[in-house]
């Protein structure tokens, strides 16, 4: 944990080892979901919860995030995308649990 003036930096690493049971999710989100500020919030939040991964608009038009860390973080963020930030509107989505990897230092929007 690192303090600087009003904010509190913590690393990912140090967090998830406090953890027990981590996970894995592939969650697609489908709806009004691209250019609403989808990706951008959908990697704030995860940076928030303390999960890993990425996330990227689909051809389909539906929003696909793969999303790794501890398991109550995890159904966090996919509680949040069942809602997604002001100005979307999802209609479902569709989870799937893979096998935790470990593969990833940050989330991140990717193309």
Not at 43 to 55: D, P, Q, S
Request: charged share 25%.
């Amino acid at each position: 944990m690192i303090e600087q003036g009003m904010y509190v930096y913590y690393n990912i690493k140090d967090f998830r080892s406090t953890q027990k049971m981590m996970v894995r999710a592939h969650i697609l989100v489908n709806g009004i979901v691209q250019g609403v500020f989808f990706r951008f919030n959908t990697m704030r939040k995860a940076t928030e919860f303390g999960i890993t991964g990425w996330v990227k608009n689909r051809r389909d038009g539906r929003v696909e995030v793969l999303c790794e860390g501890p398991e109550d973080n995890v159904k966090l963020m996919i509680n949040w995308c069942t809602k997604g930030p002001e100005g979307s509107f999802v209609s479902s989505t569709e989870i799937t649990w893979e096998e935790y990897a470990g593969e990833f230092e940050t989330f991140q929007i990717t193309y």
